[in-house]
């Protein structure tokens, strides 16, 4: 037994609606995406400031250096090469040279995030308040000129 249409006549491009639908959905999807994106990005450019500064020179820390090199990172306390065996001793020495309970980090750009937080674990280990020291916009286009 085979099934017969109702339909008088068969209905041709009705069966194309719902892609049209699909159509429309993909290309507001596109459309949308592109505008999300670039709202979902803000840039913040944040003032100069020497507050920090202010307040690292009145409580004297001592002060940690870090280069990066293709051998590993090289490590100064005050203007003196440490070796990282000898970092922790060094530390507690001085800060108790200067009678100081806080340490100020100076990392430059090239050093790893990982080797930077090893440091900043080590000084809180210490038992140490953490100073980071960056360069504020000023600072670095004199530098550039």
């Not at 990066?68 to 020495?93: C, F, N």
Request: net charge negative; glycine share 6%; aromatic share 8%.
């Amino acid at each position: 037994m085979k099934l017969k249409m109702s339909l008088p006549e068969r209905p041709g491009w009705i069966f194309v609606v719902p892609g049209f639908d699909f159509v429309a959905l993909l290309l507001a999807l596109v459309m949308l995406t592109g505008v999300v994106a670039r709202e979902g990005l803000v840039e913040v450019k944040l003032p100069a400031t020497s507050f920090r500064t202010e307040r690292m020179i009145d409580v004297n820390p001592v002060i940690v250096t870090v280069q990066s090199s293709a051998d590993g990172p090289t490590y100064y306390v005050g203007r003196r090469q440490i070796s990282h065996e000898e970092l922790e001793e060094e530390i507690s020495t001085v800060a108790e040279e200067r009678e100081t309970r806080a340490v100020a980090i100076e990392a430059d750009q090239w050093v790893s995030v990982r080797v930077n937080q090893e440091l900043q674990e080590l000084v809180t280990g210490l038992g140490f308040r953490i100073y980071l020291v960056v360069r504020n916009e000023a600072q670095f286009l004199e530098d550039e000129e």
